[in-house]
């Protein structure tokens, strides 16, 4: 089936301006391109999203076993930069001498959870929710501006070109399933957008309440 009018992922952003902004504006983003964020709110967002990565990459395995081939290239390429970001958050939490032998906190956990629990949603359903959550740090670290170091290094990984171009090739492969996608399917992927746009909000809450 197809549809005059299959949901985009630029549709989505263009009808959810306020959800979107709170997802990616917020005082802790900000604070870091000043240097004012305390290293308390920092170190504990550093240990919690190196917990949720762990848990992003089991979802980025489940999307690659949905996906198919000629989506292959550009979610191999995505795992491979998550092997390597999981390596790089090991050095930063060793730099600053932090344990992430840690518990997840309650927002943590739900953003994991939610992970989780899309295995059971389709391919288009996935995809968007996976392009969702790269945008939202490819853009929450981008829009500040230069930021002060040491923070110029994390603004720098989400809001490189490179990434920038990763992203966009996700959007494209997300929109591509969509396009193919009967309604209630997009539906679940509106619903999964606005889900992840709250839980990205929560999540720099969370470090910043620290
Ligand atoms: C909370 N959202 C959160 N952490 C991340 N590392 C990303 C998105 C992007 O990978």
Redesign the pocket.
């Known amino acids: 089936m197809s549809y005059i009018m299959p949901l985009t992922c630029q549709h989505l952003i263009k009808t959810y301006p306020a959800e979107w902004q709170a997802a990616t504006v917020h005082p802790f983003l900000s604070q870091c391109r000043t240097g004012q964020i305390h290293a308390d709110q920092f170190n504990t967002w550093l240990v919690q999203?190196y917990l949720?990565?762990i848990e992003?990459t089991r979802m980025a395995a489940r999307l690659l076993a949905a996906a198919p081939v000629d989506h292959f290239d550009t979610l191999l390429n995505g795992l491979h930069a998550l092997q390597i970001e999981l390596s790089w958050f090991r050095d930063k939490a060793d730099e600053r001498q932090l344990t992430l032998d840690t518990a997840k906190q309650p927002t943590c956990q739900e953003?994991c959870d939610y992970m989780a629990s899309l295995a059971t949603t389709p391919y288009a359903v996935q995809a968007t929710a996976f392009w969702a959550?790269?945008y939202?740090?490819n853009q929450g670290w981008q829009l500040p501006g230069h930021m002060v170091p040491p923070y110029d290094e994390f603004a720098d990984r989400?809001g490189n070109p490179g990434f920038t171009e990763y992203v966009e090739l996700l959007a494209n492969q997300a929109n591509a399933a969509l396009q193919d996608a009967p309604e209630d399917v997009q539906q679940q992927a509106e619903a999964a957008f606005l889900r992840i746009a709250r839980l990205?909000t929560d999540?720099w809450q969370m470090a910043y309440s620290a």
């Open positions: 999203d949720f990565v992003f953003y959550i790269e939202a740090y989400w990205e999540f």
